[in-house]
């Protein structure tokens, strides 16, 4: 399976500004699909925002306008921008792919895989 490691999150003022980190590694074949879920205490995960490898696009209605995902596949890496935070965007982040990986007995398999998460703190 993919390995995914976020990174990026902390503390900021509503109204600030954070930018998200996540880096693939493994024996990877392709990342299909990128994307960020968050979730935030006593709540599901929800998708925040998704990319395809040919850099489609999509978001939740809640952060549209204000978050970017972008995509650096060179570096199988993803990335969310987001702009103008709200108290309610506090959550733990978790970066997902859908990807190809090479197995043990040199087969490509599919999965998806999760991240550990990043903590992103909001204060009003």
């Known amino acids: 399976q993919v390995q995914l490691v976020e990174s990026g999150g902390g503390l900021v003022q509503a109204g600030g500004s954070l930018r998200l980190s996540c880096a693939a590694s493994?024996?990877?074949?392709?990342?299909?699909?990128m994307g960020w879920y968050r979730q935030a205490p006593g709540k599901q995960r929800e998708l925040v925002a998704s990319?395809?490898?040919?850099?489609?696009?999509n978001y939740a209605d809640s952060v549209k306008g204000r978050f970017t995902i972008s995509r650096d596949n060179a570096k199988n890496t993803v990335y969310l921008q987001m702009n103008s935070l709200k108290p309610e965007d506090t959550a733990v982040y978790y970066c997902n792919a859908d990807s190809l990986s090479w197995s043990l007995a040199g087969e490509p398999v599919a999965s998806i895989d999760w991240g550990q998460g990043t903590q992103v703190t909001v204060s009003s």
């Open positions: 990319i395809t490898s040919g850099g489609s696009t």
């Open positions: 493994g024996s990877i074949f392709s990342i299909n699909a």
